[in-house]
DNA sequence: CCATCTTTGTGCACACGTTCACAAACGCAT
DNA sequence: ATGCGTTTGTGAACGTGTGCACAAAGATGG
């Protein structure tokens, strides 16, 4: 999972009451609510009027015993012999989710990934409006992207604040993501996306969901390894890297940095200039 | 969470024998080792020789017990008194990761996301080689991106088998998402990373896992709306809107459409013409 | 060589998530 | 009405993940 919130659900270190007051649905089910939803959102577009938990489980790719298990915790809106009507599912759910109303968005970081997610669909078609796009690159600014003007970072807080803005997309790169991050928190945010490959720390109350590209790739490389040399390598010592403590401190270093230096440089030659101090996120925008 | 893995870890519905085997390292702390690793690699760099779980875990954003626990998966590399050998435990989590050696991938889409894909530089400086952009439209093959020409999706196979291609990242629209998965599994690749909001469907023994972009907005959104409305709405009746099954079906259809309609058409005015059925990701790629 | 201090590695208990399996509820035909 | 087939909703068992708390192991200073 490519993501984590930063305030954990429950931290009353105290009173252990788990789930009651009606409301309180598990985190597990609140992921899986929007998959449940686009499922139900292509059926509704067909015009399916019903739909059983067996269906609509094998659409989002889950098992059915879990669906009702996550449905029942918004309560009772299927009808036993005949499934769940499409319609009204996809309203209970928009409303769990929170999606019957505008949510504006600033995305801070106009570079490549900036200017994709200002051109993606799924954004404005669940109930989020981008507000603004923002950039501490003067060159940037007065260009457009996605049919919105590109402006500048000094007008954050005043675009925060006329657009009763929540929610912050945070796509600068690495240097930048924590002041950018303070930035939007001071002016009123307290939901952050961060695609910056940094850990932000935020006051208590603000959300944090972070999204790694690069961390997701590692753990199928992870998978994959496992597929290829499934037996031998089991138990394979390492041969020249050695443990340090053993005296060999000096060789197990070497040959780590021989390692970074082999992925280095690798890449074909492009402007390392706007990039981040670990070579990360391509937006720009000078830390 | 935008991620899913589609084949767990033990699907062995026989022996439950958990997690013996020397190796065997727990899911959730495969999807930790990258973070760390992230967080060490920024600490070599500045040359500290050595850290201990407290720093650490605090430089990559989790509770020190849990980083402790997570290396005791690897094997006992810390030194009591003392605390981990930075430049081994690097090389260390590389290994297990499988990022001492090279893994070409291709992209397949290269619209938006697919650009901000080929530039991303955290890929490259972890092992991953971007061993060819592909795309449908024959308008885009010629042209380059991030310095490496975008080729035909008819070259396909053969890439992934000169190349010796093993994951495959999709970022085409939905409608493409899983007819590009059948022709990359046939040729060879078992590893898919799918920004497409698409559930695929793969045999056994291909890993595929998910980033869904409006998925973690949602997400967002729940939790945004939870403080806003702390106490009050805790029980309102929807109003205008009953269950189906009371004779009322008509009225909760007509009002999830009514919210569907709202939300639609409110985006600013840009071609929908390339964007898939949902008007999701905007990469360009007629399905 | 011993005492003390620091930090790892892990047993254990608890919280969370998943899955099974089945009774209750509903539609429908007779 | 009654019975039958279908599908939901959920109690309970199981598996996984988390965090505490502490013994063991090493470093350090005298």
């Given at each position: 999972m490519a993501t984590g919130r930063s305030t954990p659900a429950s931290p009353p270190p105290g009173g252990a009451q788990r789930r009651v007051r009606g409301r309180g649905i598990p985190d597990a089910t609140v992921a899986r609510l929007p998959l449940y939803l686009r499922a139900l959102t292509a059926l509704s577009e067909r015009s399916v009027p019903t739909v059983s938990s067996e269906e609509l489980a094998a659409a989002a790719g889950v098992n059915s015993a879990k669906l009702r298990k996550d449905f029942s915790y918004l309560g009772s809106y299927g009808t036993r012999g005949v499934g769940y009507d499409v319609e009204y599912?996809?309203?209970q759910i928009s409303r769990e989710l929170g999606l019957t109303q505008d949510w504006p968005v600033v995305i801070v970081g106009i570079g490549n990934l900036g200017h994709a997610l200002a051109n993606y669909g799924g954004f404005a078609s669940r109930g989020f409006r981008v507000a603004a796009l923002l950039d501490a690159d003067p060159a940037l600014a007065g260009q457009t992207a996605a049919g919105l003007p590109v402006r500048h970072m000094d007008e954050?807080?005043?675009?925060?604040?006329?657009?009763?803005v929540s929610i912050g997309v945070i796509t600068t790169p690495?240097?930048?993501?924590?002041?950018?991050?303070?930035r939007l928190v001071a002016a009123g945010?307290?939901?952050?996306?961060?695609?910056?490959?940094?850990?932000?720390?935020?006051p208590d109350g603000v959300d944090v969901r972070k999204v790694d590209l690069s961390i997701e790739l590692q753990i199928l490389a992870f998978h994959e390894q496992r597929k290829s040399g499934e037996d031998h390598l089991v138990d394979e010592p390492p041969a020249v890297v050695s443990r340090p403590g053993s005296g060999a401190k000096a060789v197990a270093a070497a040959a780590a940095r021989s390692v970074s230096r082999a992925r280095r440089g690798r890449a074909p030659a492009s402007s390392e200039a706007d990039r981040g101090e670990d070579g990360e996120l391509p937006a720009v925008m000078p830390a």
């Open positions: 599912l996809v309203y954050l807080e005043d675009i925060i604040q006329s657009e009763h690495p240097g930048a993501a924590q002041q950018v991050c303070d945010v307290t939901s952050i996306l961060n695609f910056a490959p940094t850990v932000l720390s935020v």
